[in-house]
């Protein structure tokens, strides 16, 4: 087994690990704009319960299609709940990220001068803590993303010119399209490369054109089951957030907020990796096609006054390979930095701090709340009130359906005292309040709480007790009333 093969397994290996663990969502538009507004097609909400984004029929229904035939497929072999279901989406994720991984490494390898840096590009794509990460999200950002990375490699290992090549490139790009319309800032790049840099024929340009139509058009089919009546998603998407300014409405940043963000989540000084080769390459390979694809990328998410990190997602593909080829510019034009004690050093300090950045987001939530959903959901399929006094852990930016069985009530009340244990329904109560914890804790059972039992191992001077967590408890006697 050769040093790749043996990459590759491992990587798979961690591929299937972060699937698993990784529950939950990095932002929380990617549960309640797929898996709610699959859960509304499924019967586990009503229309009303969702975001605005389905009033003004903005959002493409394709990922709710999705979500929607994982429970069709999983229920003849009983793992149809919410939660088995988004794990398959994340496994389904997290092998569609290593595909796209796959093929840029099968299109550029041989092109690297190098068997270091050839082993950094492999190494990089596969283990880059962040790209694990985002690799098995279920979020239009990383599905997009990665199947515009599929089709720009097959464009290099797709030899022959051929009308079949480019329209079916182009289908790929029309549905990386349907997954993130800001997608058509990439495709933008791509398209400008092939025209001016790489001479492409008209003919076959036309062709990954009538691709993207193809697969646009069958989006209107997708939107037209999922919203009930002929929509263009595309249409109201524009129409709500550039000419109505609706995304302004969540916060407008400077020009410059991208460069700060992935400096500072990019862990400083590593985090200079992520951005000083894109601007090498800009200098010294203008005619490099990820610099096309990347720099209108940037500046047009720059020029928009609501910007997220997570814009930037459907670019994390190409990150190593930047890496890489600014490396060989290195490589050719300053050789000697490889040999400085400093480099070295570097090297080695970068390689500790990914892997364990790697180890954190491999083995930790990305929402870990929805482990708390978890437990409710498996253990306790009869009647039930929940109840809370100040916060609902059920309610985040929006109340959290697809998560929840029919058959459980969250309810508010005032105080303890309201607590009551009627003989047809399990009572459950849920806090994040030390307070509260020390007057229900007695004769009631624990069944979850967010902060794992080997951390309070270590609760040196009593800092468990000073933090806020959330803890449920099933209630056995209800609490004695104040007189």
């Excluded at 967590?469 to 007189?483: A, D, G, Q, S, T």
Aim: aromatic share 18%; net charge positive; hydrophobic share 50%.
């Amino acid at each position: 087994m050769t040093k790749i093969q043996k990459i590759y397994l491992f990587s798979a290996l961690i591929f299937i690990v972060a699937a698993y663990f990784s529950v939950g969502f990095y932002q929380f538009d990617e549960h309640t704009q797929v898996m709610e507004f699959a859960g509304m097609k499924l019967g586990l909400t009503e229309k009303a319960n969702l975001s605005w984004e389905y009033a003004t029929h903005m959002r493409a229904g394709l990922q709710p299609l999705m979500v929607c035939c994982a429970h069709e497929m999983l229920a003849p072999v009983g793992f149809d709940d919410p939660f088995s279901v988004a794990f398959a989406l994340r496994l389904f994720s997290a092998a569609l990220s290593f595909l796209s991984i796959h093929l840029l490494i099968k299109a550029f390898l041989h092109k690297i001068q190098g068997e270091r840096l050839q082993m950094s590009f492999v190494l990089l794509s596969f283990l880059l803590w962040f790209l694990v990460f985002n690799s098995v999200r279920f979020s239009a950002e990383n599905l997009g993303g990665r199947i515009f990375v599929i089709a720009f490699a097959l464009f290099y290992i797709w030899k022959d010119d051929s009308a079949k090549k480019y329209f079916v490139l182009g289908t790929l790009l029309g549905l990386s399209f349907l997954f993130r319309y800001q997608n058509a800032f990439l495709m933008l790049g791509f398209f400008a490369w092939l025209g001016l840099v790489h001479k492409s024929k008209i003919s076959h340009l036309a062709l990954l054109v009538a691709g993207i139509v193809f697969l646009f058009a069958c989006g209107l089919l997708v939107d037209r089951w999922f919203y009930g009546e002929w929509v263009l998603s595309t249409w109201h998407y524009f129409e709500q957030n550039i000419l109505m300014d609706k995304m302004s409405g969540f916060g407008i940043e400077p020009w410059y907020y991208y460069f700060t963000q992935i400096i500072t989540v990019g862990v400083p000084p590593f985090s200079l990796l992520y951005i000083l080769p894109l601007l090498l390459l800009v200098v010294h390979q203008r005619r490099n096609p990820l610099v096309w694809i990347a720099l209108p990328f940037l500046l047009l998410h720059s020029a928009l006054g609501h910007k997220e990190l997570r814009f930037l997602f459907p670019m994390l593909g190409f990150v190593p390979l930047i890496i890489v080829q600014a490396g060989e510019v290195i490589n050719e034009k300053w050789p000697q930095i490889f040999k400085y004690k400093a480099y070295q050093v570097a090297v080695v300090l970068f390689w500790i701090h990914n892997g364990l950045f790697l180890c954190f987001v491999s083995l930790k939530a990305a929402d870990s709340q929805v482990n708390l959903y978890q437990v409710v959901y498996h253990n306790y399929q009869q009647p039930t009130l929940f109840y809370y006094t100040e916060h609902n852990p059920y309610s985040r930016a929006m109340d959290v359906h697809y998560y929840k069985r029919k058959k459980l009530q969250v309810l508010q009340i005032k105080s303890l005292q309201e607590l009551s244990v009627p003989r047809d329904s399990v009572v459950l109560f849920a806090t994040n309040n030390n307070d509260e914890v020390a007057l229900v804790e007695k004769n009631n059972v624990l069944i979850y709480t967010s902060l794992p039992e080997w951390v309070k191992m270590f609760n040196v001077f009593h800092w468990v007790e000073r933090t806020h967590f959330w803890r449920v408890y099933e209630i056995k006697k209800p609490l004695p009333v104040n007189k």
